[in-house]
């Protein structure tokens, strides 16, 4: 037995929870990682997605050296090729598409998959040079960005959430999903005897364990709020000095909500007239209250709508003027990640067009764009499954004349359409910095041992293909550690960072004292299901991270089959049973699911939690093959906006 290493590091993936930890490494392999216990919002403990985050790295099916297509695009036959035959066709195909169809044919296709500067941004640095078509959106929170856009603060230190006296948990699953902040929550219980409400549609995990569920509908945040603006309004409850401080359109926002009574509002929530009131006048006596509000209720055409309305209603009430109250929609510690990507490198004079990520399936299906995507390349995400109405994409990416490299860990729906994979190393075989999106540090992650196999961090395919290419700039030759280090905001340097592990960016609260806010936007209702079709919600799987996870044996154990939860009434109308295997359908296609009949969901409502894979076919719920082709008015998926009939899986038809 050789001697315990250990190397400070943190979990790459793209969570609130940003989790520094602690990899264990005997004779040079990686063992084991635990929660970096002096870490003030890990506290010790990973989560039940990674805590064998070293079974991903040895996973059995992990992508360990370089592959070129070798069947039909989507069969996933490969056949094995070196890094250098790899680079040359990239760089071959790559070069002759910009020499062909101009630069902007090449579209760099990523997302969160690792949150590090360098997994996510080196790569960048490529198309930048080229003078690519750049990448714009997201397919997350960008209500929350959007509404940003418009001066609202989002967020703020969320330890403080542990002064709260009433915290509203709303759209947000938070035991699954981040789970390090349920130890504020807590806190703010035991110190101040706090009430913890959660708002959702689902009976959740988080649901469970609060003081009070309120199960509204779907899209309906909006409509509850200003329901309960209207009572304090009224009732003279609101900080009105507050209020007036910090927006510019107070007398507008009491006449449009002045027609949102208990009643009305209890008739389109689905919920009782007495909780609107209730919940009125304890979230306007609370000292203060706060609204951590998730990411599910975003992702609908409500989405600005909702983030807008928790904003309304924490202003109202005046609770940003103490510590712990207020809207947290998220938390970051500034790092300054952006300035990797290096824009700066897009030649002198050109403006190369941007494209919507979130509109991937449009992007490479529509005849008129000119000129068209013929090179792509994708990392840190699974496009085939996470994308809205996917099976567009997949028709885009099926594209004969469409050169698509992907740099992955495991072959995922996306990989196998790909004419080059490109093995990526994975969190404990390099050198990356995080920031975060729920809470204030920023992270270092230190190699705790070798690439495996012939697997690449991102700067090193960025410096093999750069050179291949002839982009000779010196950012085309900065190691990771200097890639990384090009995010840090002013006073952090490296070195530090190294010693330390991380380093908290403590920012003081916003102030909205002048900030002329306008919050009286019109407030929209959710578009009824089509006749004997139901609302099909995806929240997140406890076991998954997004689909990543899918494959690994102990979390596909521990998550089982996918599973439909539907109300018994709608099954009752269906003749449909608890346990049989169902068919969700609607225009696009059809995907299989077990059914649960249970009444943590409200009528009308099915949901399917996780993002699976195609493969295994007969459980290959792939949920965006049904998602539209529909947006927030910002631009985010409206993942939520979808309609499905639920038939018995015998049932004729497809
Ligand atoms: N275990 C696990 N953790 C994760 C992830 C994962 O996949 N699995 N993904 C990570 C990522 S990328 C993200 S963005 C976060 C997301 O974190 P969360 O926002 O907590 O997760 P979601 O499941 O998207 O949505 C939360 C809840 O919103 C509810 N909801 C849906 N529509 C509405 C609505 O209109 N109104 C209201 N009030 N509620 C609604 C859903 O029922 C769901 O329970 O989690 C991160 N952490
Ligand atoms: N219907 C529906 N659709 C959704 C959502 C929903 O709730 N419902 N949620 C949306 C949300 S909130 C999000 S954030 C997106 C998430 O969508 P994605 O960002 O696509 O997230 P993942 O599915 O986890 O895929 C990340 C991929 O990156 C890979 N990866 C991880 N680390 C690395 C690395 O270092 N290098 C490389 N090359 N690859 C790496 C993983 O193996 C994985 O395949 O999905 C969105 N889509
Ligand atoms: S997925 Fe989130 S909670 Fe789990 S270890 Fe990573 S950062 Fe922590
Ligand atoms: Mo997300």
Redesign the pocket.
């Known amino acids: 037995m050789g001697e315990i290493r250990h190397v400070k590091g943190c979990c790459?993936?793209?969570c609130q929870d940003t989790c520094a930890w602690v990899a264990e490494v005997e004779d040079g392999r990686a063992t084991a990682v635990r929660g970096a216990r002096d870490h003030p919002f890990t506290r010790g403990v990973l989560c039940a997605k990674v805590n064998d985050y070293p079974a991903r790295t040895y996973a059995p099916d992990r992508l360990l050296h370089p592959l070129r297509r070798a069947g039909p695009k989507g069969s996933g036959r490969f056949e094995r090729v070196s890094w250098d035959q790899a680079i040359g066709l990239i760089a071959d195909r790559f070069g002759g598409i910009a020499a062909r169809h101009g630069p902007e044919a090449l579209l760099p296709h990523r997302?969160?998959?690792?949150m590090?500067v360098v997994?996510r941004r080196a790569p960048m640095r490529i198309f930048h040079a080229l003078g690519a078509s750049r990448l714009a959106g997201?397919?997350?929170?960008v209500a929350a960005q959007a509404v940003a856009g418009e001066g609202f603060p989002l967020g703020f230190d969320p330890e403080d959430m542990a002064e709260s006296r009433l915290v509203l948990l709303w759209g947000l699953n938070l035991l699954s999903t981040c789970h390090h902040h349920w130890h504020f929550v807590q806190e703010a219980r035991r110190r101040h005897g706090a009430r913890v409400v959660c708002l959702d549609p689902i009976r959740t995990r988080t649901a469970r364990r609060c003081d009070e569920h309120v199960p509204l509908r779907p899209g309906t945040d909006a409509v509850l709020a200003a329901g309960m603006a209207r009572i304090m309004l009224e009732e003279g409850l609101a900080d009105l000095d507050f209020a007036r401080g910090a927006c510019a359109d107070l007398d507008a926002l009491a006449a449009e909500v002045a027609p949102w009574t208990p009643g009305r509002v209890a008739t389109v929530c689905g919920i009782a007239p007495e909780t609107v009131a209730r919940l009125a006048r304890e979230f306007a006596a609370a000292r203060p209250a706060v609204i951590r509000a998730g990411?599910?209720p975003q992702?609908s055409a409500q989405g600005e709508a909702f983030v807008r309305a928790v904003h309304m209603l924490a202003i109202l009430g005046g609770h940003w003027r103490h510590r712990g109250g207020g809207a947290l929609v998220m938390a970051t510690p500034g790092l300054e990640d952006m300035r990797a990507d290096r824009a700066d490198l897009i030649p002198a004079g050109a403006a190369p067009r941007a494209l919507d990520m979130a509109r991937l399936g449009e992007t490479l299906t529509d005849p008129a764009l000119d000129p068209p995507v013929k090179g792509l390349m994708v990392?840190?995400?699974?496009?085939a499954?996470?994308?809205?109405d996917a099976g567009r994409v997949r028709q885009g990416l099926a594209r004969e004349d469409l050169f698509t490299v992907?740099?992955?860990?495991?072959l995922?729906d996306?990989?196998r359409y790909a004419d080059v994979v490109?093995p990526?190393?994975?969190?404990l075989e390099?050198f990356d910095v995080l920031g975060a999106w729920g809470h204030q540090y920023i992270t270092v992650n230190l190699p705790a041992i070798a690439p495996l196999g012939e697997a690449k961090s991102?700067g090193e395919i960025m410096r093999l293909l750069a050179r291949r290419l002839g982009l000779d700039h010196p950012a085309m030759r900065e190691s990771d550690e200097a890639i990384a280090a090009s995010a840090l905001p002013p006073g952090v340097s490296l070195e530090a960072l190294k010693e330390a592990g991380w380093v908290k960016m403590r920012k003081p609260p916003p102030r909205l004292e002048g900030a002329g806010l306008r919050l009286a936007r019109g407030v929209s209702l959710p578009s009824a299901p089509p006749e004997g079709m139901l609302r099909l919600l995806?929240?997140?799987a406890h076991f998954?991270?997004?689909?990543?996870f899918v494959n690994q044996p102990r979390q596909r154990r521990a998550e089982g089959r996918p599973t439909l939860d539907m109300a018994p009434a709608d099954a009752a109308a269906r003749g449909l049973r608890d346990g049989e295997g169902v068919r969700l359908r609607n225009a696009r296609g059809a995907i299989p699911a077990t059914l649960r009949v249970t009444d943590a969901v409200p009528p009308g409502v099915v949901a399917l939690p996780g993002?699976w894979w195609s493969l295994p076919e007969e459980e290959g719920a792939v949920?965006?093959l049904l998602?539209p082709s529909a947006w927030s008015p910002g631009g985010q998926?409206a993942?939520?906006d979808?309609f499905v009939e639920v038939v018995g899986a015998g049932a004729a038809g497809r």
């Open positions: 790459p993936l793209d997302y969160l998959g690792s590090g997994q997201g397919i997350c929170s990411v599910g992702q990392w840190g995400t699974n496009p499954v996470v994308q809205p992907v740099l992955e860990h495991v995922t996306t990989a490109l990526s190393t994975t969190q390099h991102h995806t929240p997140k998954f991270l997004n689909s990543s993002k949920a965006n998602s998926p993942f939520n979808t």
